[in-house]
Each structure stands twice: as structure tokens, then as C-alpha cells.
């Protein structure tokens, strides 16, 4: 069973930075794209942040050049840093990995639970 557990989030004033990491476990084979999404409250999930196995990069406009995402394929594991928060990157984040499990013979999309991050003075 694949698994996808967040931690990082928590509350933090305007400017302010939060590192979030998402660690796959479980049987895994291989870790292809791994990703950051987010959903505010009324709104729909967007994506944030995403970095391929071969480790291009891709943003959201609303986050270029203050997120940062990075991964550890040792670790299984990916990271965002978040720096100079804005009350509008208040929303729940969701990791999002695609994976093939070691037993299977197709790639799987999982989702990690969510971690809330607020951004208020």
C-alpha cells in the first residue's frame, strides 16, 4: 500500500516562510512526478508546483520566484519551500505523486491527506 504523508504546515504572518515535505511509503518501484497542489476554502484545487523524475520544474504564476519545490529520490520525498507568504496562499496543500508500485505493471496518481497553511497577522 502507497502512501503519501504531508507535514509542515501551520500558521504564519505575511512575509513569512514554511517548508512543507511530502515522504512516499510503501512498496514502490518508481517515483515519477511528484507535485503541490492547493485548495482555499470556496475554491477549486490548483496546481502549485510540480517537478518531473528528471527534475524540470514547473510553477503556478502566483508562486514564481517566492516557492521553491525540490525532491529527495533517495528519501522519497518532495519539498516546498514557501517563502514571502501572502494571506492569499492561505489553503489546504496536497501532495500528489505519480508512482508504480512494485508489484504492478502501471503507473498509479496518488493524493497525501492535506496540510493547512495559514498566512495571518
Known amino acids: 500500500q502507497v502512501q503519501l504523508v504531508e507535514s509542515g504546515g501551520g500558521l504564519v504572518q505575511p512575509g513569512g516562510s514554511l517548508r512543507l515535505s511530502c515522504a512516499a511509503s510503501g512498496s514502490i518501484s518508481v517515483m515519477f512526478t511528484m507535485g503541490w497542489y492547493r485548495q482555499a476554502p470556496g475554491k477549486q484545487r490548483e496546481l502549485v508546483a510540480r517537478v518531473t523524475g528528471g527534475g524540470s520544474v514547473d510553477y503556478a504564476d502566483s508562486v514564481k520566484g517566492r516557492f521553491t519545490i525540490s525532491r529527495d529520490n533517495a528519501k522519497n520525498t518532495v519539498y516546498l519551500q514557501m517563502n514571502s507568504l501572502k494571506p492569499e496562499d492561505t489553503a489546504v496543500y496536497f501532495c500528489?505523486?505519480?508512482?508504480?508500485?512494485?508489484?504492478?505493471?502501471?503507473?498509479?496518481?496518488?493524493w497525501g491527506q492535506g496540510t493547512l497553511v495559514t498566512v495571518s497577522s
Open positions: 500528489n505523486a505519480d508512482i508504480l508500485p512494485l508489484i504492478a505493471t502501471r503507473m498509479y496518481n496518488y
